[in-house]
Protein backbone atom coordinates (compact mmCIF):
# COMPACT_ATOMS: atom_id res chain seq x y z
CA UNK A 1 0.00 0.00 0.00
CA UNK A 2 1.27 3.68 -0.92
CA UNK A 3 2.19 5.71 1.84
CA UNK A 4 -0.01 8.70 2.27
CA UNK A 5 1.86 12.07 0.68
CA UNK A 6 2.51 14.57 3.58
CA UNK A 7 0.39 17.88 1.86
CA UNK A 8 -2.78 14.78 2.09
CA UNK A 9 -2.41 14.24 5.49
CA UNK A 10 -2.01 17.73 6.67
CA UNK A 11 -4.83 18.71 4.12
CA UNK A 12 -6.59 16.21 5.76
CA UNK A 13 -5.95 16.86 9.67
CA UNK A 14 -6.72 20.65 8.80
CA UNK A 15 -10.36 19.51 7.53
CA UNK A 16 -10.77 17.54 10.56
CA UNK A 17 -9.61 20.50 13.07
CA UNK A 18 -11.93 22.84 11.24
CA UNK A 19 -14.58 20.34 11.46
CA UNK A 20 -14.39 19.91 14.62
CA UNK A 21 -14.09 23.60 15.70
CA UNK A 22 -17.06 24.38 14.15
CA UNK A 23 -19.30 21.47 15.44
CA UNK A 24 -17.62 22.64 19.17
CA UNK A 25 -18.13 26.31 18.59
CA UNK A 26 -22.27 24.88 17.42
CA UNK A 27 -22.69 22.77 20.56
CA UNK A 28 -21.43 24.95 23.07
CA UNK A 29 -23.53 28.06 21.72
CA UNK A 30 -26.82 25.72 21.60
CA UNK A 31 -25.70 24.40 25.40
CA UNK A 32 -25.19 27.81 26.52
CA UNK A 33 -28.90 28.87 25.62
CA UNK A 34 -30.17 25.76 27.12
CA UNK A 35 -28.47 25.41 30.24
CA UNK A 36 -29.49 29.79 30.66
CA UNK A 37 -32.74 29.68 29.46
CA UNK A 38 -34.54 26.39 30.17
CA UNK A 39 -34.74 27.14 34.47
CA UNK A 40 -37.03 30.57 33.75
CA UNK A 41 -39.25 28.73 31.24
CA UNK A 42 -42.62 29.14 32.74
CA UNK A 43 -46.23 28.82 32.13
CA UNK A 44 -46.56 32.54 32.33
CA UNK A 45 -44.23 33.25 29.56
CA UNK A 46 -47.31 31.70 27.07
CA UNK A 47 -50.15 33.83 28.69
CA UNK A 48 -52.56 34.92 26.19
CA UNK A 49 -51.84 38.60 27.01
CA UNK A 50 -48.77 40.17 27.27
CA UNK A 51 -47.89 42.64 30.09
CA UNK A 52 -44.90 43.78 32.40
CA UNK A 53 -45.34 40.83 35.14
CA UNK A 54 -45.93 37.95 33.22
CA UNK A 55 -43.68 39.55 30.02
CA UNK A 56 -45.72 36.52 28.17
CA UNK A 57 -43.80 35.67 24.63
CA UNK A 58 -47.10 34.01 23.21
CA UNK A 59 -48.07 36.92 21.60
CA UNK A 60 -44.44 37.63 19.82
CA UNK A 61 -44.86 33.61 19.05
CA UNK A 62 -47.92 34.44 16.85
CA UNK A 63 -46.46 37.33 14.99
CA UNK A 64 -43.43 35.10 14.12
CA UNK A 65 -45.53 32.57 12.72
CA UNK A 66 -47.39 34.84 10.77
CA UNK A 67 -44.78 37.26 9.78
CA UNK A 68 -43.02 33.67 8.30
CA UNK A 69 -46.23 32.50 6.31
CA UNK A 70 -46.69 35.74 4.66
CA UNK A 71 -43.26 36.50 3.97
CA UNK A 72 -42.70 32.90 2.09
CA UNK A 73 -46.07 33.27 0.48
CA UNK A 74 -44.48 36.01 -1.34
CA UNK A 75 -40.83 35.28 -1.30
CA UNK A 76 -40.64 31.81 -2.59
CA UNK A 77 -43.47 32.18 -5.91
CA UNK A 78 -41.35 35.24 -7.69
CA UNK A 79 -37.79 33.75 -6.24
CA UNK A 80 -38.46 30.10 -7.94
CA UNK A 81 -40.13 31.67 -10.53
CA UNK A 82 -37.91 33.47 -11.81
CA UNK A 83 -35.09 31.61 -11.31
CA UNK A 84 -36.72 28.77 -13.54
CA UNK A 85 -36.72 31.48 -16.37
CA UNK A 86 -33.03 32.72 -15.98
CA UNK A 87 -32.27 28.78 -16.29
CA UNK A 88 -34.76 27.27 -17.83
CA UNK A 89 -36.15 29.82 -20.54
CA UNK A 90 -33.25 32.95 -20.76
CA UNK A 91 -30.53 32.80 -23.13
CA UNK A 92 -27.53 31.19 -22.15
CA UNK A 93 -24.98 34.22 -22.03
CA UNK A 94 -27.02 36.78 -22.07
CA UNK A 95 -26.11 39.97 -21.19
CA UNK A 96 -29.61 40.79 -19.60
CA UNK A 97 -29.15 37.64 -17.32
CA UNK A 98 -25.31 38.19 -15.93
CA UNK A 99 -26.93 41.79 -14.82
CA UNK A 100 -29.82 40.18 -13.48
CA UNK A 101 -27.73 37.54 -11.74
CA UNK A 102 -25.16 40.18 -10.85
CA UNK A 103 -28.00 42.57 -9.26
CA UNK A 104 -29.54 39.20 -7.13
CA UNK A 105 -26.06 38.75 -5.48
CA UNK A 106 -25.89 42.55 -4.46
CA UNK A 107 -29.39 42.86 -3.10
CA UNK A 108 -28.11 39.49 -1.26
CA UNK A 109 -25.70 41.23 0.46
CA UNK A 110 -27.28 44.39 1.74
CA UNK A 111 -27.73 44.55 5.52
CA UNK A 112 -30.85 43.96 6.78
CA UNK A 113 -31.54 47.59 8.30
CA UNK A 114 -31.09 49.08 4.47
CA UNK A 115 -33.99 46.89 3.97
CA UNK A 116 -35.71 47.78 6.59
CA UNK A 117 -35.07 51.73 6.13
CA UNK A 118 -36.68 51.01 2.30
CA UNK A 119 -39.28 49.49 3.92
CA UNK A 120 -40.17 51.92 6.38
CA UNK A 121 -40.08 54.88 3.67
CA UNK A 122 -41.99 52.66 1.28
CA UNK A 123 -44.61 50.37 2.52
CA UNK A 124 -45.05 52.29 6.09
CA UNK A 125 -45.35 55.93 5.12
CA UNK A 126 -45.69 56.11 1.12
CA UNK A 127 -48.31 53.20 0.61
CA UNK A 128 -49.89 53.77 4.34
CA UNK A 129 -49.85 50.47 5.82
CA UNK A 130 -48.06 52.29 9.17
CA UNK A 131 -46.31 49.77 11.25
CA UNK A 132 -47.81 46.49 10.67
CA UNK A 133 -47.14 42.62 10.24
CA UNK A 134 -48.12 43.33 6.56
CA UNK A 135 -45.06 45.94 5.66
CA UNK A 136 -42.77 43.29 7.87
CA UNK A 137 -43.86 40.79 5.80
CA UNK A 138 -43.02 42.15 2.61
CA UNK A 139 -39.46 43.67 3.58
CA UNK A 140 -38.46 40.29 4.73
CA UNK A 141 -39.90 39.32 1.64
CA UNK A 142 -37.62 41.39 -0.51
CA UNK A 143 -34.15 40.59 1.69
CA UNK A 144 -35.18 36.66 1.20
CA UNK A 145 -36.35 36.73 -2.18
CA UNK A 146 -32.44 37.07 -3.95
CA UNK A 147 -31.35 34.01 -1.65
CA UNK A 148 -33.92 31.82 -2.55
CA UNK A 149 -33.40 32.81 -6.05
CA UNK A 150 -29.95 32.30 -6.55
CA UNK A 151 -30.20 28.67 -4.30
CA UNK A 152 -33.48 27.47 -6.72
CA UNK A 153 -31.07 28.93 -9.65
CA UNK A 154 -28.32 26.57 -8.47
CA UNK A 155 -31.02 23.60 -7.79
CA UNK A 156 -32.15 23.51 -11.30
CA UNK A 157 -28.23 23.77 -12.15
CA UNK A 158 -27.39 20.42 -11.02
CA UNK A 159 -30.12 18.73 -12.43
CA UNK A 160 -28.52 16.88 -15.27
CA UNK A 161 -29.18 17.70 -18.50
CA UNK A 162 -30.01 14.13 -19.59
CA UNK A 163 -33.15 14.41 -17.39
CA UNK A 164 -34.65 16.97 -20.18
CA UNK A 165 -33.51 15.66 -23.05
CA UNK A 166 -34.85 12.46 -21.97
CA UNK A 167 -38.35 13.77 -21.59
CA UNK A 168 -38.18 15.86 -24.57
CA UNK A 169 -37.16 12.78 -26.47
CA UNK A 170 -40.40 11.35 -25.10
CA UNK A 171 -42.46 13.59 -26.96
CA UNK A 172 -43.01 16.22 -23.10
CA UNK A 173 -42.93 19.91 -24.01
CA UNK A 174 -40.94 22.84 -22.36
CA UNK A 175 -43.56 23.24 -19.61
CA UNK A 176 -44.26 19.88 -18.59
CA UNK A 177 -40.18 19.06 -18.87
CA UNK A 178 -39.62 21.77 -16.23
CA UNK A 179 -42.91 20.52 -13.86
CA UNK A 180 -42.39 16.89 -13.51
CA UNK A 181 -38.92 16.31 -14.07
CA UNK A 182 -36.83 19.60 -13.75
CA UNK A 183 -38.67 20.94 -10.74
CA UNK A 184 -39.32 17.76 -8.25
CA UNK A 185 -34.87 16.78 -9.07
CA UNK A 186 -34.21 20.17 -7.91
CA UNK A 187 -36.80 20.12 -4.93
CA UNK A 188 -34.28 19.28 -2.41
CA UNK A 189 -31.57 21.92 -3.09
CA UNK A 190 -34.57 24.24 -3.76
CA UNK A 191 -35.84 23.56 0.21
CA UNK A 192 -32.62 23.66 1.63
CA UNK A 193 -32.62 27.28 0.43
CA UNK A 194 -36.07 28.05 1.68
CA UNK A 195 -34.71 26.43 5.36
CA UNK A 196 -32.16 28.89 5.49
CA UNK A 197 -34.38 31.75 4.66
CA UNK A 198 -36.76 30.74 7.30
CA UNK A 199 -34.09 30.94 9.43
CA UNK A 200 -33.32 34.49 8.49
CA UNK A 201 -36.90 35.32 8.75
CA UNK A 202 -37.29 34.06 12.35
CA UNK A 203 -34.01 35.31 13.32
CA UNK A 204 -34.40 39.08 12.10
CA UNK A 205 -35.19 42.14 13.95
CA UNK A 206 -33.54 45.22 12.67
CA UNK A 207 -36.06 45.68 9.78
CA UNK A 208 -39.11 44.61 11.34
CA UNK A 209 -38.04 47.70 14.05
CA UNK A 210 -38.82 49.73 11.17
CA UNK A 211 -41.75 48.19 9.90
CA UNK A 212 -43.97 46.13 12.07
CA UNK A 213 -42.62 47.94 15.07
CA UNK A 214 -42.33 45.97 18.49
CA UNK A 215 -46.37 46.17 20.26
CA UNK A 216 -46.22 43.22 22.03
CA UNK A 217 -49.40 41.95 21.34
CA UNK A 218 -52.06 39.66 19.47
CA UNK A 219 -53.17 40.85 15.88
CA UNK A 220 -56.54 41.82 15.28
CA UNK A 221 -55.58 41.58 11.51
CA UNK A 222 -52.76 41.65 8.97
CA UNK A 223 -52.47 45.69 8.92
CA UNK A 224 -51.84 45.53 13.20
CA UNK A 225 -48.64 46.17 14.62
CA UNK A 226 -46.51 43.48 16.18
CA UNK A 227 -43.37 42.38 17.74
CA UNK A 228 -41.77 38.76 16.78
CA UNK A 229 -39.29 36.50 18.78
CA UNK A 230 -36.14 38.05 17.91
CA UNK A 231 -37.27 41.49 18.93
CA UNK A 232 -38.92 40.49 22.10
CA UNK A 233 -35.81 38.83 23.21
CA UNK A 234 -34.12 41.94 22.24
CA UNK A 235 -36.62 44.28 24.19
CA UNK A 236 -35.98 42.20 27.42
CA UNK A 237 -32.36 42.19 27.27
CA UNK A 238 -32.25 45.85 26.50
CA UNK A 239 -34.69 46.95 29.23
CA UNK A 240 -32.23 44.85 31.54
CA UNK A 241 -35.09 43.98 34.04
CA UNK A 242 -35.99 40.86 32.01
CA UNK A 243 -33.26 39.46 31.35
CA UNK A 244 -33.56 35.86 32.65
CA UNK A 245 -36.70 35.92 30.67
CA UNK A 246 -34.88 36.50 27.46
CA UNK A 247 -32.82 33.96 28.02
CA UNK A 248 -36.28 31.81 28.18
CA UNK A 249 -37.11 33.46 24.89
CA UNK A 250 -33.79 32.11 23.37
CA UNK A 251 -34.16 28.69 23.96
CA UNK A 252 -38.21 28.79 22.59
CA UNK A 253 -36.83 30.34 19.35
CA UNK A 254 -33.79 27.79 18.74
CA UNK A 255 -36.71 25.56 19.28
CA UNK A 256 -38.83 26.59 16.63
CA UNK A 257 -36.35 27.09 14.28
CA UNK A 258 -34.86 23.26 14.81
CA UNK A 259 -38.57 22.07 14.46
CA UNK A 260 -39.23 24.20 11.31
CA UNK A 261 -35.50 22.98 9.75
CA UNK A 262 -36.55 19.30 10.63
CA UNK A 263 -39.99 19.21 8.84
CA UNK A 264 -38.43 21.04 6.07
CA UNK A 265 -35.45 18.64 5.95
CA UNK A 266 -37.41 15.67 6.47
CA UNK A 267 -40.32 16.76 3.22
CA UNK A 268 -36.80 17.67 1.10
CA UNK A 269 -35.91 13.80 1.98
CA UNK A 270 -39.74 12.54 1.39
CA UNK A 271 -39.37 14.26 -2.20
CA UNK A 272 -35.63 13.79 -3.36
CA UNK A 273 -36.88 9.81 -2.66
CA UNK A 274 -39.98 10.34 -5.07
Known amino acids: MRKK???????????????????????????????????YITPSLFALEYNSENVSMFPAIVNTLIICILSLSIAIPIGVSSAIYLVEYAKKGSRAVKVVRMMTETLAGIPSIVY????MLFFV??????????????????????????????????????????SFGLGAGKIRTVLKIVLPSAMPGI??????????????????LYTASSVAQIPKNLFSAGRTLSIHMYA???????????AA????????????????ALIAKKLGKG
Open 191 to 208: LAGVILAIGKIIGESAAL
Open 116 to 119: GLFG
Open 125 to 166: TWLGWGFSLIAGAFTLSLMIMPFIMRTTEEALKSVPDTYREG
Open 5 to 39: SSPDFILRLIVYIAAFITVSVLLFIIGYILVRGIP
Open 236 to 246: LSSEGLHVNEA
Open 249 to 264: TAVILLGVVMIINTLS
